[in-house]
T-cell receptor, first 115, second 112 residues
Framework: GAVVSQHPSWVICKSGTSVKIECRSL??????MFWYRQFPKQSLMLMAT?????????EQGVEKDKFLINHASLTLSTLTVTSAHPEDSSFYIC???????????FGPGTRLTVT | QQQVKQSPQSLIVQKGGISIINCAYE??????FPWYQQFPGKGPALLIA?????SEKKEGRFTISFNKSAKQFSLHIMDSQPGDSATYFCAASRGGGNKLTFGTGTQLKVEL
């Protein structure tokens, strides 16, 4: 149980375009989802926290107009990278928790490459 | 963001040996300390977690030792196997499901 999926697993886009990444909790209702970014050989850095039906809370230094997060249902959150640039190339990972679970469960990640 | 310091950055252990990774935290409000294992190109997977009301927790070959007064916790992997070769992250949060502060990671290699 407690499976989180992400789609796509890998995406390449051109500079200036937008790309959407989906995060789904497959067997539980996720009241809270988190989005992380991880650069090669580095740790995970929290970008934002989203609660179902409300606006996301962004960490300091994360541009909310560039990284749009929507958590419209209890099983789906999306991260849209708008006007992507090569420096946005990274590994994006989501996690999810339900009110009944103590832990966060992580998705498999999405590799974004901006050319 | 409150820091969680992790060491060593990399570790090589012989098959069957004990792997030890250490973490130290600053924020005394943290009350949930998980360890994650991450393979290349994959998301992190929860290995084991501890709360500060106990000093040690063991699950199979994995043990967390927790020292509240020193604000330190460590992961011990007994009988290390080549399949354990991965990057390990400690983390801390206020409450189990709340936002996590991650350590910098330890790249473990278990050699035959």
């Amino acid at each position: 149980g407690a499976v989180v999926s992400q789609h796509p697993s890998w995406v390449i886009c051109k500079s200036g375009t937008s790309v959407k990444i989906e995060c789904r909790s497959l067997d539980f209702q996720a009241t809270t989802m988190f989005w992380y970014r991880q650069f090669p050989k580095q740790s995970l850095m929290l970008m934002a926290t989203s609660n179902e039906g409300s606006k996301a809370t962004y960490e300091q230094g994360v541009e909310k107009d560039k990284f749009l997060i929507n958590h419209a249902s209890l099983t789906l959150s999306t991260l849209t990278v708008t006007s992507a640039h090569p420096e946005d190339s990274s590994f994006y990972i989501c996690s999810a928790r339900s009110g009944a679970l103590d832990e966060q469960y992580f998705g498999p990640g999405t590799r974004l490459t901006v050319t | 963001q409150q820091q969680v310091k992790q060491s060593p950055q990399s570790l090589i252990v012989q098959k069957g040996g004990i792997s030890i990774i250490n973490c130290a935290y600053e924020n005394t409000a943290f009350d949930y300390f998980p360890w994650y294992q991450q393979f290349p190109g994959k998301g992190p997977a929860l290995l084991i977690a501890i709360r500060p009301d106990v000093s040690e927790k063991k699950e199979g070959r994995f043990t967390i030792s927790f020292n509240k007064s020193a604000k330190q916790f460590s992961l011990h992997i007994m009988d290390s196997q080549p399949g354990d070769s991965a990057t390990y992250f400690c983390a801390a949060s206020r409450g189990g499901g709340n936002k996590l502060t991650f350590g910098t990671g330890t790249q473990l290699k278990v050699e035959l």
